[in-house]
C-alpha cells in the first residue's frame, strides 16, 4: 500500500514562510504526477499546485509567485515552499500522487496564517 506523509505544517504569521515536505513509501519516480491541494474549513478542497513526472508545473492563481513545488527524487519527497503567506492561505494542505491509476493522498498537515 502506498502511502504519503506530509509534514511541515504550523502556525506563521502573515508574510512568513513555511516549507511542506510529502514523503512517499515509494519511489515518486514512479507516478505519472504529485502535487499539494489544500482545504480551508466550510470549503472544497482545491488544486495549490501540480508537477507532472516531466517536471511541468500548474499552479493556482492565488499561489502564483509566492509557492514553489520540487521534488528529490533521492529522498522520495515532494515540496512546497511557501513564502508571502497570507491568512486566507490557511487550511489543511494534502499531497497527491497519481500512480499507475490509482490516486493518493497524505493524511494532512495543517498550515495557520495569523493576520
Known amino acids: 500500500q502506498v502511502q504519503l506523509v506530509e509534514s511541515g505544517g504550523g502556525l506563521v504569521q502573515a508574510g512568513g514562510s513555511l516549507t511542506l515536505s510529502c514523503v512517499a513509501s515509494?519511489?515518486?519516480?514512479?507516478?505519472?504526477?504529485m502535487g499539494w491541494y489544500r482545504q480551508a474549513p466550510g470549503k472544497r478542497r482545491e488544486l495549490v499546485v501540480t508537477?507532472?513526472?516531466?517536471?511541468?508545473?500548474n499552479y493556482a492563481e492565488s499561489v502564483k509567485g509566492r509557492f514553489t513545488i520540487s521534488r528529490s527524487n533521492a529522498k522520495d519527497t515532494l515540496y512546497l515552499q511557501m513564502n508571502s503567506l497570507k491568512p486566507e492561505d490557511t487550511a489543511a494542505y494534502f499531497c497527491?500522487?497519481?500512480?499507475?491509476?490509482?490516486?493518493?493522498w497524505g493524511q494532512g498537515t495543517q498550515v495557520t496564517v495569523s493576520s
Open positions: 497527491n500522487g497519481d500512480r499507475y491509476w490509482r490516486i493518493y
Open positions: 508537477m507532472a513526472g516531466d517536471g511541468t508545473t
Open positions: 515509494t519511489s515518486i519516480v514512479s507516478f505519472n504526477a
